[in-house]
């Protein structure tokens, strides 16, 4: 499992914010849509009303607080890491472990392109890039933590 994959885990749940087994797929047993290819004079509502379900799965709602669930973490643990800025300390808030191999491959994987050296700029492109993958995997992620 990759590095991302296990820090969306932590955060996500197994399941991820969508309720499946692959993160922003909906769940397979859904509810299928009513079908909508009936003429009668009176479908014109439940037609309306069919792609509501179908929206339902991928919709913002479902989205997971990245924020307040990074937050709720550290209160139950007792942390006063910095996890808002700190590529090291999210990592450690969620028990990964935040070596530098770990943290060069995470890199890597989010195509960090400067020297892979564990200094103070890579570690901040990391915190930052981590947060708009979070948010690009269904996550809600406030924009002072992306950019």
């Given amino acids: ?58 919709a913002p709602a479902q989205a997971v607080d990245v924020e307040a669930v990074l937050s709720g973490i550290a209160s139950k643990k007792g942390s006063d890491l910095n996890w808002r800025t700190s590529i090291v300390d999210l990592m450690k808030l969620l028990d990964l472990d935040s070596s530098l191999d770990n943290r060069k491959e995470l890199a890597t994987e989010l195509g960090y392109t400067g020297a892979k050296d564990g200094s103070a700029e890579m570690n901040m492109w990391l915190i930052k890039a981590v947060m708009r993958e979070l948010e690009k995997n269904g996550g809600t992620v406030p924009a002072n933590l992306k950019d």
């Fill in 1 to 58: 499992m990759s590095i991302f994959s296990k820090i969306k885990s932590a955060i996500f749940g197994e399941h991820g914010p969508l309720g499946s087994g692959h993160f922003g797929t909906p769940k397979a047993d859904a509810p299928a849509p009513a079908p909508a290819p009936q003429t009668t004079a009176a479908q014109p509502a439940p037609t309306t009303a069919a792609p509501t379900p179908q929206a339902a799965p991928a």
